[in-house]
């Protein structure tokens, strides 16, 4: 069960060009749920649209959730309806916190690696706190456009301070700045080094292939589909809890089929980037298009995505 709590927005600052920051608590005035770095929460908008967002402060506050929001030029409703809507004291439902980009916190890996480009310096805040509470070795490497565009570079910036950790930062739209060197910072990785990357599509793309050689190290995070839904339709569709069996055309989702069948599946960014509709597959072979699982797990085909993922065979059998 896709279990929802209601939050009223305590605060709004804008921290950056483009970018406001919202403190959410309980309406209640009781503790949050729990959560660890690198967690998200789902946030349900008054304008029937869900919007997935990194918690940026450090896991162990039960008080409130910090989330930031960056003001896309492409917005769909999301990050648009957050900067013109929504004002202090109006009260959202929200998931419970979930998390795709764990940080690794076993004693084999001694130096953490994050990099971050424009708001994907979210869930590397709480990373660094947490880190900063086990007394645990990190660098940041944080690029955005300018100085206006960094958010939170002060913050971070003084988290590294705090430990004896270093924070670089990169404007490559300033006059003699610099991009980030991420060939060079994933080949000077040491075998005990893990490195975490969320930013703007292009920068993931890099990332992936520049840690190509050390993928078990390796850990993103996309705001944005990484491949395009497999929409060919054409097979079987059996569902094994509801009696169903179903056929997917083609330019349909499994999901709009699901649906459309009547039945409730929880589901949110329909790109396979927030995981809410992971399901369990019974029989055939998925075609996946998701940003979340591994290629390991992939293989393993125990679960996919059904907002962007197929069927590479003619019959489907999930756990719904």
């Excluded at 605060?11 to 660890?36: G, M, W, Y």
């Excluded at 869900?50 to 896991?59: D, F, K, T, V, W």
């Excluded at 570079?153 to 739209?173: M, P, T």
């Amino acid at each position: 069960m896709d279990t929802k709590t209601a939050l009223r927005i305590e605060r709004i600052q804008t921290v950056a060009q483009d970018v406001k920051c919202f403190d959410l608590v309980s309406v209640n005035e009781t503790e949050l749920a729990p959560f660890e770095a690198g967690a998200h929460l789902e946030l349900q908008l008054p304008n029937h649209l869900a919007r997935s967002y990194s918690l940026m402060n450090a896991p162990g506050e039960r008080h409130r959730y910090q989330i930031a929001v960056h003001l896309s030029p492409a917005s769909s409703g999301g990050s648009r309806y957050m900067h013109e809507n929504l004002q202090e004291n109006d009260v959202l439902l929200a998931s419970l916190p979930r998390n795709n980009f764990p940080l690794d916190e076993s004693d084999s890996v001694r130096h953490h690696c994050l990099i971050a480009g424009g708001i994907g310096i979210t869930p590397m805040l709480s990373m660094a706190q947490r880190l900063n509470a086990l007394g645990r070795s990190w660098e940041l490497h944080y690029g955005a456009r300018t100085p206006a565009h960094a958010a939170f570079a002060a913050e971070a910036q003084a988290l590294a301070q705090a430990s004896g950790n270093r924070a670089f930062f990169y404007f490559d739209q300033e006059p003699g700045g610099q991009p980030m060197d991420l060939a060079g910072l994933g080949a000077a990785a040491p075998q005990d080094t893990h490195l975490y990357c969320c930013g703007p599509r292009g920068m993931l793309d890099a990332f992936e292939l520049a840690t190509s050689h050390c993928r078990e190290r390796a850990h993103v995070e996309y705001f944005t589909a990484k491949s395009q839904a497999a929409l060919e339709g054409g097979f079987t569709l059996e569902l094994a809890r509801s009696g169903l069996t179903l056929q997917v055309p083609r330019g349909r989702s499994i999901l709009d089929v699901v649906f459309d069948a009547g039945i409730s599946v929880p589901s949110s960014c329909r790109e396979g980037i927030c995981g809410s509709c992971e399901t369990r597959i019974l029989a055939g072979a998925a075609d996946h298009r998701d940003a979340l699982l591994s290629e390991a797990e992939q293989n393993a085909n125990q679960t996919m995505m059904i907002c962007c993922s197929g069927a590479k065979s003619t019959r489907l059998v999930l756990d719904l």
